[in-house]
Each structure stands twice: as structure tokens, then as C-alpha cells.
T-cell receptor, first 111, second 116 residues
Framework: GQQLNQSPQSMFIQEGEDVSMNCTSSSIFNTWLWYKQDPGEGPVLLIALYKAGELTSNGRLTAQFGITRKDSFLNISASIPSDVGIYFCAGQLGTGNQFYFGTGTSLTVIP | NAGVTQTPKFRILKIGQSMTLQCTQDMNHNYMYWYRQDPGMGLKLIYYSVGAGITDKGEVPNGYNVSRSTTEDFPLRLELAAPSQTSVYFC???????????????FGDGTRLSIL
């Protein structure tokens, strides 16, 4: 299967700080997705990206579809305690129905 | 709206036993998916369905079977449980008109399965 590498693996930040994380692949993807997963729950879709270079925001979250189509970035501005969780990227090859998930970035926000 | 409902939430099986993980959605979504999530890992697609009567294999289908007799229900069956199938299983759904709108959007809360 496809390997999506997310970094960093974990982050510990102070409340109010900005957060950046990324996802890279050796393959070219046509769609990039970002999800957040809280403990004991299923992932929640945050942002979907469909074109190289696309920049999309959802509140304090901003994600970008990398120009090379092999990477994507997620930024969170002015972090708050409820941002705690695991953030996953997922990518789609071609127009098929399979999305490949990264291994996640665990975010801890210290009040 | 219940969204995507998975049952049971927890289950312990003995090696060789069989069971069915239930998934139902009340959003009239045409696409449904089954994923497994191993500790510290991302989700891997087991099977998916683009509509009633249509199913297809994902990345890790071995040891599992699915059926989609109705739009609402997408059960996942383990015939001969093995320790390697210990995992958290997530069902998801989405409504797709084709093109770029077929990403899994609504997830259930998961079934935690241990095989001993």
C-alpha cells in the first residue's frame, strides 16, 4: 500500500501558539484530506483539497495542497485546549475510491 | 440524526470464532466504507461499497467479508478470527455524485475488537 509520512509524530505546545504539520508521499495524489480524531471516537473530516496549490481554511485551520502534489500542510492558529487530538492526512490516487491515511500527528495543548 | 452507528462497541473473541460487526447510517448515503486502525497507525481500508448490491476490496480485505443488501446497512463479517485481526474497526459513509466528492465524511465511533 501507499506510505504517507506525517510529521511531526507528536507536538506539545502552549495554548495560543500556532501549529504546523505536514504529510508527504512518494506518489502523486489528486485529493488530500485532513481529519481530527478525539480519543474513543471516529475521525472527523476538517478540510478537503482538490487542486495543486489550493489553500483552504476552516476557522482557525488552514490546509494547503502542495505544488508537487506529493505533500500537504495543515496549520492551526492560536491553539486552544479543544484542539487536542490526533490529526490524520489522507490522500487519493487517481479518481478511485481508496484513500490512504497517514500515521497521525498527536497534538497536546498545554493551558 | 444518528449518523453512522456501529455495534457492538467492544468485543472479545476467541481464535477461530466468527462474528459480524454491524454498521448502519440514516443519511441515505450511497458510499460506505470499513476501515481498521491498529495502535499508533492510520486507517486502512478493508472493503467499500458504492451502493446497494455493490462491494469492492480495499487495501486489506483478507479474512473479511461484506454485504450491502440495503442502502442503510453495511455489515462486516469475520469468519475465522485470528489475533492479527485485533484492532479498532471504523465504518464510514458519504454521499457521492462522482468526481471529487467520494471521500469518507462521516465516521462511526468504532468497534474495539480483541482476539485472544
Amino acid at each position: 500500500g501507499q506510505q504517507l509520512n506525517q510529521s511531526p509524530q507528536s507536538m506539545f505546545i502552549q495554548e495560543g501558539e500556532d501549529v504546523s504539520m505536514n504529510c508527504t508521499s512518494s506518489s502523486i495524489f489528486n485529493t488530500w484530506l485532513w481529519y481530527k480524531q478525539d480519543p474513543g471516537e471516529g475521525p472527523v473530516l476538517l478540510i478537503a483539497l482538490y487542486k495543486a496549490g489550493e489553500l483552504t481554511s476552516n476557522g482557525r485551520l488552514t490546509a494547503q495542497f502542495g505544488i508537487t502534489r506529493k505533500d500537504s500542510f495543515l496549520n492551526i492558529s492560536a491553539s486552544i485546549p479543544s484542539d487536542v487530538g490526533i490529526y490524520f492526512c489522507a490522500g487519493q490516487l487517481g479518481t478511485g475510491n481508496q484513500f490512504y491515511f497517514g500515521t497521525g500527528t498527536s497534538l497536546t495543548v498545554i493551558p | 440524526n444518528a449518523g453512522v452507528t456501529q455495534t457492538p462497541k467492544f468485543r472479545i473473541l476467541k481464535i477461530g470464532q466468527s462474528m459480524t460487526l454491524q454498521c448502519t447510517q440514516d443519511m441515505n448515503h450511497n458510499y460506505m466504507y470499513w476501515y481498521r486502525q491498529d495502535p499508533g497507525m492510520g486507517l486502512k481500508l478493508i472493503y467499500y461499497s458504492v451502493g446497494a448490491g455493490i462491494t469492492d476490496k480495499g487495501e486489506v480485505p483478507n479474512g473479511y467479508n461484506v454485504s450491502r443488501s440495503t442502502t442503510e446497512d453495511f455489515p462486516l463479517r469475520l469468519e475465522l478470527a485470528a489475533p492479527s485481526q485485533t484492532s479498532v474497526y471504523f465504518c464510514a459513509s458519504s454521499y457521492s455524485r462522482g468526481g471529487n466528492s467520494n471521500q469518507p465524511q462521516h465516521f462511526g465511533d468504532g468497534t474495539r475488537l480483541s482476539i485472544l
